[in-house]
């Protein structure tokens, strides 16, 4: 498996401010996907992050929100721009390791509480 | 459209009871089911893949195109194994679709 460390673990934020969460990859992996975690509900799938170019947004899901960077093939980061307290979730992100296509491996999460 | 169905979000049973969490999935072509799992305070994790046909910690899952289900099951329940498990459809460019989960607790 892959070791991902995201950062921060948690946050509270104030509305209308925005937060950066990294995710960090120990070894390059083929797929990184961005999901978000509502209190009480499964996992909804944000983004692909592409490396070196623009993120594939899911439907519901604008770049304009949730600017994603991947400029090399262990690093992502999401930005939640413009914080309600509608955005308070878990954000996770995942990966898929070169030659295991369909695995994902999960980070730890960012639980962000947006007052 | 993608679509999983995990119709209990509880599932209550004694230690040493079988245990089984149903999933039923919608999808046109040939799918890719999973059940991850997520022990109390740790990160999710892949459970098994229904392709690999293999048994972990005592569970497994077999894929039923006839009834769409991929079912979770386990004959003798123990302790450990009270967690959230999410059944996942793999779909086009990798992306999984997640169920809203079932919360299993084994009661001594």
């Known amino acids: 498996s892959a070791v991902i460390s995201q950062k921060p673990s948690r946050d509270i934020c104030q509305r209308g401010t925005s937060l950066t969460i990294q995710c960090q990859v120990d070894s390059q992996v083929t797929m990184m996907f961005w999901y978000r975690q509502q209190p009480g509900q499964s996992l909804t799938l944000i983004a692909t992050a592409n490396q070196g170019s623009e993120a594939t947004y899911e439907s519901g899901f604008v770049i304009d929100k949730f600017p994603i960077s991947r400029p090399n093939l262990t690093f992502s980061t999401l930005t939640v721009s413009n914080m309600s307290p509608e955005d308070s979730s878990i954000y996770l992100c995942?990966?898929?390791?070169?030659?295991?296509?369909?695995?994902?491996?999960f980070g730890p999460g960012t639980r962000l509480t947006v007052t | 459209a993608q679509r999983v169905t995990q119709p209990e979000k509880l599932l209550s049973v004694f230690k040493g009871a079988p245990v089984e969490l149903k999933c039923n999935y919608s999808y046109s072509g040939s799918p890719e089911l999973f059940w991850y799992v997520q022990y109390s305070r740790q990160r999710l994790q892949l459970l098994l893949r229904?392709?690999s046909r293999e048994s972990i910690k005592g569970f497994t899952a077999d894929l039923n195109k006839g009834e769409t289900s991929f079912h979770l099951k386990k004959p003798f329940a123990q302790e450990e194994d009270s967690a959230m498990y999410y059944c996942?459809?793999?779909?086009?460019?990798?992306?999984?679709?997640f169920g809203k989960g079932t919360l299993l607790t084994v009661n001594p």
């Open positions: 995942s990966v898929v390791r070169p030659g295991n296509l369909y695995e994902q491996y």
């Open positions: 229904h392709i």
């Open positions: 996942a459809l793999g779909g086009s460019n990798y992306k999984l679709t």
